[in-house]
């Protein structure tokens, strides 16, 4: 499968533009989360995941699930981008009332497949899709996008111990790992290494990658399965906030909005960028 690189790498850059204009326009949190899966989501549907905005019940379709659901405005960014729905939909995400909440959810919206926020659920969620696809006979695969924070929770291990016992090889884990979660440095909390070799010894093919290097991504996403009859772990390394110098490794903005002076220097920052 061929992506157009440039196309992602543009993408990503309006990913994080509507991210840090809606949670600006909100008050809204989870900047930084959001920032640090940019090109990941720019890749996935900029070619790598085969879905149609036009059927998004279409059953042929790659199942994506956001187990990081407080990720999920650059979700909400990516989707409205790829034509799922209306990029003025944006505008309401964490207002009164809207379908755009501040942790991802399905219900009347396009293109997301499951409500998601309470973290170490997304992955077994995955499971279960891919396993049906197996049973059913079906092409489509699945691909979790995991925050590396939810790696400390124990129903997340059930579910990687699950896949390849069932040989889940339409099953894609991708974990984002920014190195900070709520409360501080994953080192600090919850040290996660040797997290490749973990992954390996639940029985994973795992391959790591620089998270925001849309070419190292798109030749991972596109080699899936990495090895036959086996789940695939991508471990992408990111960089939380990345794309705002201010915002980039600060835990403050884990849970922070952009003030208005704010906004405009990350905004010029990003233009600057181009």
């Known amino acids: 499968m061929m992506l157009n690189l440039s196309n992602c790498e543009t993408l990503a850059r309006r990913i994080r533009r509507h991210v840090l204009t809606m949670t600006h326009r909100s008050g809204a949190s989870h900047v930084g989360t959001s920032l640090s899966t ?9 070619g ?45 995400f964490y207002q009164n009332g809207s379908l755009l909440s501040g942790h991802v959810t399905h219900w009347g919206m396009p293109g997301v497949e499951a409500s998601t926020g309470a973290l170490g659920h997304g992955l077994s969620i ?21 925050s590396d924070g939810e790696c400390d929770e124990g129903s997340t291990w059930e579910a990687a111990l699950f896949a390849p016992h069932h040989r889940l090889d339409n099953l894609i884990a991708i974990v984002d790992y920014n190195k900070i979660q ?3 440095s994953v080192t600090e909390v919850l040290d996660l290494e040797p997290l490749t070799e973990k992954w ?10 620089d998270g925001h290097h849309v070419g190292e991504i798109a030749e991972a996403l596109t080699s899936v399965p990495l090895v036959s009859d086996k789940p695939s772990c991508i471990i992408a390394h990111t960089v939380k906030g990345k794309g705002v110098s201010f915002m980039e490794h600060q835990l403050l903005w ?19 960028s181009e």
């Open 38 to 46: 940019a090109e990941l989501l720019a890749v996935l549907y900029g």
């Open 48 to 92: 790598a995941l085969r879905v149609d905005p036009h059927r998004p019940g279409w059953p042929g379709r790659d199942r994506f699930v956001l187990s990081k659901g407080h990720g999920c405005a650059g979700l909400y960014a990516v989707l409205a981008e790829a034509g799922f729905f209306p990029l003025s939909r944006l505008d309401d």
């Open 126 to 146: 995955a499971c279960g899709m891919a396993l049906a696809a197996k049973q059913d006979g079906r092409p489509y695969r699945v691909f979790a996008l995991l």
């Open 182 to 184: 709520s409360l501080g």
């Open 200 to 209: 390996e010894a639940f029985g994973w093919a795992v391959r790591e990658i």
């Open 254 to 272: 884990h849970y922070r909005a952009p003030d208005a002076e704010e906004l405009r220097r990350a905004l010029a920052e990003l233009d600057a």
